[in-house]
């Protein structure tokens, strides 16, 4: 590339950033509705100086590996190369967790999953004795729980929610464990 190509490119990128200091500032300036310019040029010249370094591209000397290349021997070199002296390398794990503890983790997961259902039927399920279904049907005038739906009901709904929404996420969890299974067998047998 030649000179004049890289003195214009610079030059558009320092136009890009400027125009978006100016419009940032401006934006602001509006919003907050600053009558006192005094702190402008400094946060002017902060921007810009952020924007400039976001556009620098810093060349890395080392090329990257090829998977191939990253064997246990090499990954123990470097984590013990990587190390403080004073530091114990037998302190770390670098072999990772058997696939049999995986699958006995999963089955827990697993288990725990269902326990969080029939716990969210158990506080708001319409068709079952559910906690909230008791006391709404017993909210009548004349009983002991009169009022006690108003009180509960947002807070059973918001439970159940958060219970619900942790039961998804060991479910994603379960669901994407096979795939992963597969993925760390194929790492170990391609080294």
């Known amino acids: 590339m030649s000179n004049y190509k890289k003195v214009k490119k610079k030059n558009m990128k320092n136009t890009k ?8 500032l401006s934006s602001n300036i509006a919003r907050l509705d600053l009558k006192e310019n005094s702190d402008v040029p400094f946060v002017k010249n902060f921007l810009y100086s952020l924007f400039k370094e976001q556009e620098e591209v810093v ?7 090829a998977p191939d290349q990253f064997t246990p021997e090499q990954n123990q070199q470097d984590l013990e190369g990587s190390l403080d002296p004073n530091t114990d390398p037998s302190q770390f794990d670098v072999e990772g967790v058997s696939p049999d503890l995986t699958v006995q983790n999963i089955e827990k997961v ?12 158990f506080l708001n399920s319409p068709q079952e004795d559910s906690l909230h279904k008791t006391l709404a049907d017993n909210d009548r005038a004349g009983s002991l729980l009169r009022g006690v739906t108003r009180k509960a009901s947002d807070s059973i709904t918001r439970i ?20 992963k299974l597969r993925d760390t067998e194929q790492l170990k047998m391609g080294s």
């Open 160 to 179: 159940t929610g958060e219970i619900e929404k942790l039961k998804a996420v060991l479910d994603t969890y379960i669901n994407t464990a096979p795939k």
């Open 110 to 121: 697993l288990e725990w999953s269902k326990k969080l259902d029939e716990f969210a039927m």
């Open 17 to 24: 950033a400027r125009s978006e200091v100016k419009r940032i």
């Open 59 to 65: 060349p890395d000397e080392k090329t990257p590996k």
